[in-house]
């Protein structure tokens, strides 16, 4: 865990689909206080999917523009940021910064993605057994392609590439969660380590 100099953490709670990365988010952010947190939306910060590029190899590869996420934490305190507008249909990045969606850059920053992020100051792992991670999948109400065409449809192949992934990522992670445990739990545990980094 590296404090960068810029006065500001960023905190990746990051696994696979159907952990509850954003749950946890939104737990962790409510005990810490919304004034404190910025919430950094990981899919908003997708590098485009070139045409060439199978949804299987898109979807099982770190496919996270790191780069522009690093710029993006340059920016001041208190700044409020608009993410990228993506096109989510095919996958393709519209504009650098002209979403709807919102968030302020706050003292501590959490970002939720799939694949852990290289230059983040704690690490966060969530994990969850597969056959609860699937019926979290199929009963979340998204209509997107992603959700319902091409996690459930492709579920056996993008478990197995992820399964392997997993196992580096857990080595990488500050802090290893289960996501059958409860969410007060679990954020108290993730709040507990981010304290301990702040201080």
């Known amino acids: 865990m590296k404090k960068e100099a810029h006065n500001k953490l960023l905190i990746n709670i990051f696994g696979m689909p159907g952990v509850g990365k954003s ?39 770190d496919n996270y523009d790191w780069k522009l996420i690093k710029k993006l934490m340059s920016r001041p305190l208190g700044e409020t940021i608009a993410t990228p507008l993506v096109d989510y249909d095919n996958f393709i990045r519209v504009s650098e910064n002209g979403s709807d969606k919102k968030f302020t850059m706050r003292k501590l920053n959490i970002l939720d993605t799939a694949y852990p992020c290289p230059f983040a100051d704690i690490l966060i792992l969530i994990t969850l057994f597969e056959k609860e991670r699937k019926k979290r999948v199929a009963v979340r109400g998204r209509t ?47 709040v507990s380590i981010i304290n301990k980094t702040i201080t």
């Not at 910060?45 to 979807?59: E, G, H, R």
Request: aromatic content about 10%; glycine content about 6%.
């Open 23 to 61: 749950t946890l988010r939104n737990a962790v952010i409510e005990d810490l206080g919304e004034e404190n947190c910025g919430k950094i939306p990981g899919d908003h910060y997708l590098k485009s999917k070139p045409a060439d590029v199978s949804f299987l190899d898109y979807f099982t590869c």
């Open 144 to 190: 997107d392609y992603f959700w319902k065409k091409f996690v459930l449809e492709n579920w056996k192949e993008v478990e197995e590439r992820d399964e392997k992934k997993q196992k580096d990522h857990r080595n990488m992670a500050d802090l290893v969660l289960d996501g059958l445990e409860s969410v007060g739990d679990n954020a108290e545990r993730a």
